[in-house]
């Protein structure tokens, strides 16, 4: 069949339930993208332009006078630079090692790459100080005084940070590669070597693409790891916050955060692109690569993949480590006296964290699923431009959006207000941060439901919202579990964007550990880390678990 | 007439998918839409079924417009070409979703599709899910589902295409049996000529999005309208008027006239005689043996002929035959791609 033929236009005539259905699981989730994406920006973009006599460029011809900005500025670009080289590199060996390689222990390369993500930022850089600090374990068992505040303590807690994307990204481009095509050019004669160099290599063009601008995006938003280790470093992120927290300049703030957004947005408009090109490729039918044993290539490709685990582990062990020792570095004795959090609220934030991470999972998921179920009713025309809004913020920087919520929200020209300082904003601020990549997981399952599916459903009588329970939610349910526990991770562990939307009474997690650093209680900020990854665990357990239980229960059911 | 399109146009952006179609289905009757890729076959199922919008014209269910419906109060059963059972639901779910829809009750529901699965000769697979069924079951249950409400017209798009063909040579017998036995007005989509002249009561053939001609099998076989229709039949002769006329002149008896260029004789394989003869009119080019038949290609007076030949024949390649054609063989047809460029049938 052609494909104009199977092109479907929605019933435009059907006026009853259905129709009203459609304009209520778009229009909901439109509004919130309205009122706590697209009017925060607004207002950010705006107050940059504020100045005591109404609006002009005077807040950047400030800052863009300013040595600061442009040291931070320059900074920026370097350590996002350096970060991508470096994570993309080892990102390729590793995903090159797990998909390409034959070797054993891939299920360890595999869990130890995803711990960065189940911390706060910030811990790669307090791990990085319990290591190689004045007091950290190699620093005295070397007897050597290591600079790790600054520039390359920045590099490697940022690259520890960027890495797990970096593996994720190549491994999924190297993964679509079809073994016939390995065939074919072994039956032609061509070496491992060759066959690397004309069809790896290509092949996975668009994915390290995509991956450099990730890591490039992830580097140059984050704040935790610069907060804690970037020492006299400064980079945008940490600009944004002294202008903001320390000097109480929001319009100042406001600048830099509209010239943090340029980079972060050009990447992400390339990446997006990167993205679609590197989807042509995907055929059906496809047969997986099964690599087997090559006797240099392997052992190195092992052992490289192993050092950079060791890595990992040490930094991220060293936290949990340091948070059981009684005094580091000079009573080494183990206890639990550091769990005893004497800062203010000591554990209420973590259980804040846990509720309001629960709202942005749950509110966050349904939200996404009725925008897709409702789009896919939309005439293209009127969808594509909701498509492409949802898919905006994650082309903006937390510090940005944080930024922008507090200018919105702690304003009271807007009965808006009412919201500000509630556990609710964080939520919404939360999911908001992370709409693009729950939406768009969303919308591959939607992609991958047959329209045969929904008509067949359509022509034996069901309508709209019976459709979507019985047929639609059954089918696109395993992305939904992963939409839901993806935010609660993230939820779990941001800083960048929530950080100027803490009050007194009302802190997260990631803020804690944060002030508990600044205020010297490292080991403390160590064991609040560590619960934070305890219950991040248990998070990623449960949706491996639940995702497990989803795909053998499918399995009986469509056995290959 | 029970279900009526009327002057039904679609189009696509530019893409003119229908233009200005009517066509008829009579209670009981099995209609097959037949046609290759792009003509528009879909789309014209896919409005009747409520699907698609229509452009222009109307569709009428018994007098009444079905225009304003959409397709889950049209009340008709449709299958697809794969992958549109739920694969959440057990094939006893999976039939008995419209009757659940519909307020049915369970113990009839049950019954129903006990009833069912009898019909499509499955009666042991109600607790599976369709994952665990084969490509033809999974039609069968396919067909039970949209059956089960007992529609008032049954769509099918394509439902074979995706079988093999041993399996489809079964489904198809089975289509036929459950249609014949239930007389639902049926309606299905496909472009395989074959299937169409196993199981219609009348074929309808599209080409470019207008409907080319429609008769019964018969018809369509051995009185083609037009060259594109006796080219998509299967295999034909197509020879123009002057070379017919030198060679064959009793052949000209039922010429329509004109200038010559515009109708071509259309002689089926089948049809004509072949037997060795050293002072033969043509030669044997090449012999396939296909089974049951042998399909000659052999070069005569009017150019290269397919010529097919049941049983045993003791022809090889490179004798000299006699060709014979009897009147009734051959129909004059209107030469529609004379001045397109040559489809490519599949």
């Given at each position: 069949m052609s494909g104009v033929e199977k092109m479907t236009t929605p019933a435009r005539r059907q006026l009853d339930a259905d129709r009203l259905l459609t304009l209520v699981c778009v229009g909901l989730p439109l509004l919130g993208l309205v009122l706590f994406f697209l009017y925060p920006m607004v207002i950010v973009f705006l107050r940059s332009l504020t100045v005591d006599d109404g609006y002009g460029l005077a807040n950047y011809t400030r800052v863009l006078g300013s040595t600061g900005f442009w040291r931070a500025t320059e900074h920026s670009l370097i350590m996002g630079a350096a970060t991508t080289v470096l994570s993309v590199f080892l990102g390729f060996i590793i995903a090159h090692g797990l998909y390409r390689c034959a070797f054993r222990g891939k299920w360890l390369i595999r869990g130890v790459i995803v711990l960065p993500l189940l911390a706060p930022s910030l811990v790669q850089a307090l791990g990085l100080i319990f290591l190689l600090g004045r007091n950290g374990v190699i620093s005295r068992a070397l007897g050597v005084e290591i600079e790790i505040y600054g520039f390359w303590g920045l590099l490697i807690a940022n690259t520890l940070y960027a890495l797990p994307q970096a593996v994720m990204i190549i491994g999924a481009a190297l993964v679509l590669l079809d073994a016939r095509v390995y065939e074919a050019a072994e039956v032609m004669g061509a070496s491992p070597s060759r066959q690397f160099r004309d069809l790896t290599l290509p092949a996975a063009r668009f994915g390290i693409l995509n991956a450099a601008f990730v890591c490039f995006t992830i580097t140059i938003t984050d704040f935790g790891n610069a907060a804690v280790i970037g020492g006299d470093y400064s980079v945008l992120a940490t600009e944004i916050y002294s202008q903001v927290v320390g000097q109480r300049n929001f319009n100042m703030g406001a600048v830099v955060g509209i010239m943090l957004l340029l980079p972060t947005v050009v990447s992400y408009a390339i990446e997006r692109q990167a993205m679609k090109r590197q989807q042509v490729g995907q055929m059906a039918g496809q047969v997986p690569y099964r690599s087997s044993f090559a006797p240099v290539r392997d052992p190195v490709m092992a052992s490289l993949s192993l050092l950079v685990c060791a890595g990992i582990v040490a930094v991220i062990g060293i936290v949990v480590y340091a948070s059981f020792v009684?005094?580091?570095?000079?009573?080494?004795t183990l206890s639990f006296k550091h769990y005893d959090i004497t800062l203010a609220g000591g554990y209420s934030s973590l259980w804040m964290t846990i509720v309001i991470s629960l709202m942005a999972a749950s509110g966050g998921t349904l939200a996404v699923f009725l925008l897709c179920l409702g789009l896919r009713r939309l005439p293209r025309s009127a969808a594509q431009p909701i498509q492409m809004l949802a898919a905006m913020p994650a082309a903006v920087p937390g510090m940005v959006l944080g930024l922008a919520y507090i200018l919105t929200f702690n304003s009271t020209a807007t009965p808006l207000y009412l919201l500000y300082g509630t556990a609710a904003l964080i939520a919404i601020i939360n999911f908001y941060h992370y709409h693009t990549q729950g939406f768009l997981t969303v919308m591959t399952g939607f992609r991958q439901l047959p329209r045969a599916l929904e008509e067949a459903a359509d022509s034996l009588g069901a309508g709209m919202a019976r459709t979507a329970v019985d047929i639609i939610a059954p089918f696109i349910a395993p992305m939904l579990v992963s939409v839901f526990f993806f935010l609660f991770m993230r939820s779990m562990v941001t800083l960048s964007a929530v950080v100027f939307l803490t009050t007194p009474d009302l802190s997260v997690a990631a803020v804690t550990i944060m002030r508990l650093d600044d205020a010297g209680l490292t080991s403390q900020a160590a064991a609040f880390s560590t619960c934070v990854m305890a219950v991040v665990s248990v998070a990623l357990l449960s949706m491996k678990g639940t995702l497990e239980l989803m795909g053998r229960r499918n399995r009986i059911k469509r056995p290959v | 007439m029970y279900l009526t399109v009327r002057n039904a146009t679609k189009t696509f952006g530019s893409f003119k998918a229908l233009d200005n179609v009517s066509i008829e289905i009579d209670r009981r009757e099995f209609v097959c839409l037949l046609g290759p890729s792009g003509c528009g076959k879909t789309t014209l199922l896919r409005l009747i079924a409520g699907l698609t919008e229509l452009n222009s014209g109307e569709i009428l269910l018994e007098g009444t417009a079905l225009s304003n419906l959409p397709a889950r109060k049209r009340g008709f059963g449709i299958v697809f070409?794969?992958?549109?059972?739920?694969?959440?639901?057990t094939v006893a779910e999976n039939i008995g979703y419209g009757q659940k829809i519909r307020g049915t009750p369970r113990s009839e529901i049950s019954r129903r599709v006990t009833e069912l699965l009898e019909l499509v000769k499955l009666p042991q697979v109600a607790g599976k899910f369709p994952g665990q069924l084969s490509g033809g079951q999974q039609q069968r249950i396919a067909l039970a589902r949209a059956i089960a409400v007992d529609p008032r017209v049954l769509l099918l798009d394509e439902p074979l295409s995706a079988l093999d063909a041993k399996v489809r040579a079964e489904l198809r017998d089975e289509i036929r049996h459950v249609q014949r036995s239930l007389g639902i007005p049926t309606l299905m989509v496909t472009h395989d000529q074959e299937e169409a002249l196993a199981l219609a009561d009348k074929i309808i053939c599209m080409n470019h999005g207008v409907v080319v001609q429609a008769g019964t099998p018969e018809d369509l076989y051995h009185r083609p309208a037009t060259r594109f229709v006796a080219d998509f039949m299967g295999i034909s002769n197509l020879v123009s008027a002057d070379p017919i006329r030198r060679e064959f002149p009793d052949l000209m008896a039922k010429w329509p006239g004109g200038a010559g260029a515009e109708h071509v004789a259309c002689i089926r394989p089948e049809q004509i005689g072949l037997t060795p003869a050293q002072d033969g009119n043509a030669t044997v080019r090449s012999i396939s043996f296909l089974g049951n038949l042998r399909r000659l290609e052999v070069d005569s007076a009017i150019g290269p002929l397919v010529v097919e030949t049941h049983g045993y024949n003791s022809c090889h390649e490179g004798e000299r035959v006699n060709l014979s054609i009897p009147p009734e063989a051959c129909t004059w047809v209107a030469d529609d791609l004379a001045h397109q460029p040559a489809e490519t049938a599949a």
């Amino acid at each position: 069949m052609s494909g104009v033929e199977k092109m479907t236009t929605p019933a435009r005539r059907q006026l009853d339930a259905d129709r009203l259905l459609t304009l209520v699981c778009v229009g909901l989730p439109l509004l919130g993208l309205v009122l706590f994406f697209l009017y925060p920006m607004v207002i950010v973009f705006l107050r940059s332009l504020t100045v005591d006599d109404g609006y002009g460029l005077a807040n950047y011809t400030r800052v863009l006078g300013s040595t600061g900005f442009w040291r931070a500025t320059e900074h920026s670009l370097i350590m996002g630079a350096a970060t991508t080289v470096l994570s993309v590199f080892l990102g390729f060996i590793i995903a090159h090692g797990l998909y390409r390689c034959a070797f054993r222990g891939k299920w360890l390369i595999r869990g130890v790459i995803v711990l960065p993500l189940l911390a706060p930022s910030l811990v790669q850089a307090l791990g990085l100080i319990f290591l190689l600090g004045r007091n950290g374990v190699i620093s005295r068992a070397l007897g050597v005084e290591i600079e790790i505040y600054g520039f390359w303590g920045l590099l490697i807690a940022n690259t520890l940070y960027a890495l797990p994307q970096a593996v994720m990204i190549i491994g999924a481009a190297l993964v679509l590669l079809d073994a016939r095509v390995y065939e074919a050019a072994e039956v032609m004669g061509a070496s491992p070597s060759r066959q690397f160099r004309d069809l790896t290599l290509p092949a996975a063009r668009f994915g390290i693409l995509n991956a450099a601008f990730v890591c490039f995006t992830i580097t140059i938003t984050d704040f935790g790891n610069a907060a804690v280790i970037g020492g006299d470093y400064s980079v945008l992120a940490t600009e944004i916050y002294s202008q903001v927290v320390g000097q109480r300049n929001f319009n100042m703030g406001a600048v830099v955060g509209i010239m943090l957004l340029l980079p972060t947005v050009v990447s992400y408009a390339i990446e997006r692109q990167a993205m679609k090109r590197q989807q042509v490729g995907q055929m059906a039918g496809q047969v997986p690569y099964r690599s087997s044993f090559a006797p240099v290539r392997d052992p190195v490709m092992a052992s490289l993949s192993l050092l950079v685990c060791a890595g990992i582990v040490a930094v991220i062990g060293i936290v949990v480590y340091a948070s059981f020792v009684t005094l580091w570095p000079y009573n080494m004795t183990l206890s639990f006296k550091h769990y005893d959090i004497t800062l203010a609220g000591g554990y209420s934030s973590l259980w804040m964290t846990i509720v309001i991470s629960l709202m942005a999972a749950s509110g966050g998921t349904l939200a996404v699923f009725l925008l897709c179920l409702g789009l896919r009713r939309l005439p293209r025309s009127a969808a594509q431009p909701i498509q492409m809004l949802a898919a905006m913020p994650a082309a903006v920087p937390g510090m940005v959006l944080g930024l922008a919520y507090i200018l919105t929200f702690n304003s009271t020209a807007t009965p808006l207000y009412l919201l500000y300082g509630t556990a609710a904003l964080i939520a919404i601020i939360n999911f908001y941060h992370y709409h693009t990549q729950g939406f768009l997981t969303v919308m591959t399952g939607f992609r991958q439901l047959p329209r045969a599916l929904e008509e067949a459903a359509d022509s034996l009588g069901a309508g709209m919202a019976r459709t979507a329970v019985d047929i639609i939610a059954p089918f696109i349910a395993p992305m939904l579990v992963s939409v839901f526990f993806f935010l609660f991770m993230r939820s779990m562990v941001t800083l960048s964007a929530v950080v100027f939307l803490t009050t007194p009474d009302l802190s997260v997690a990631a803020v804690t550990i944060m002030r508990l650093d600044d205020a010297g209680l490292t080991s403390q900020a160590a064991a609040f880390s560590t619960c934070v990854m305890a219950v991040v665990s248990v998070a990623l357990l449960s949706m491996k678990g639940t995702l497990e239980l989803m795909g053998r229960r499918n399995r009986i059911k469509r056995p290959v | 007439m029970y279900l009526t399109v009327r002057n039904a146009t679609k189009t696509f952006g530019s893409f003119k998918a229908l233009d200005n179609v009517s066509i008829e289905i009579d209670r009981r009757e099995f209609v097959c839409l037949l046609g290759p890729s792009g003509c528009g076959k879909t789309t014209l199922l896919r409005l009747i079924a409520g699907l698609t919008e229509l452009n222009s014209g109307e569709i009428l269910l018994e007098g009444t417009a079905l225009s304003n419906l959409p397709a889950r109060k049209r009340g008709f059963g449709i299958v697809f070409q794969s992958y549109s059972l739920f694969p959440n639901m057990t094939v006893a779910e999976n039939i008995g979703y419209g009757q659940k829809i519909r307020g049915t009750p369970r113990s009839e529901i049950s019954r129903r599709v006990t009833e069912l699965l009898e019909l499509v000769k499955l009666p042991q697979v109600a607790g599976k899910f369709p994952g665990q069924l084969s490509g033809g079951q999974q039609q069968r249950i396919a067909l039970a589902r949209a059956i089960a409400v007992d529609p008032r017209v049954l769509l099918l798009d394509e439902p074979l295409s995706a079988l093999d063909a041993k399996v489809r040579a079964e489904l198809r017998d089975e289509i036929r049996h459950v249609q014949r036995s239930l007389g639902i007005p049926t309606l299905m989509v496909t472009h395989d000529q074959e299937e169409a002249l196993a199981l219609a009561d009348k074929i309808i053939c599209m080409n470019h999005g207008v409907v080319v001609q429609a008769g019964t099998p018969e018809d369509l076989y051995h009185r083609p309208a037009t060259r594109f229709v006796a080219d998509f039949m299967g295999i034909s002769n197509l020879v123009s008027a002057d070379p017919i006329r030198r060679e064959f002149p009793d052949l000209m008896a039922k010429w329509p006239g004109g200038a010559g260029a515009e109708h071509v004789a259309c002689i089926r394989p089948e049809q004509i005689g072949l037997t060795p003869a050293q002072d033969g009119n043509a030669t044997v080019r090449s012999i396939s043996f296909l089974g049951n038949l042998r399909r000659l290609e052999v070069d005569s007076a009017i150019g290269p002929l397919v010529v097919e030949t049941h049983g045993y024949n003791s022809c090889h390649e490179g004798e000299r035959v006699n060709l014979s054609i009897p009147p009734e063989a051959c129909t004059w047809v209107a030469d529609d791609l004379a001045h397109q460029p040559a489809e490519t049938a599949a």
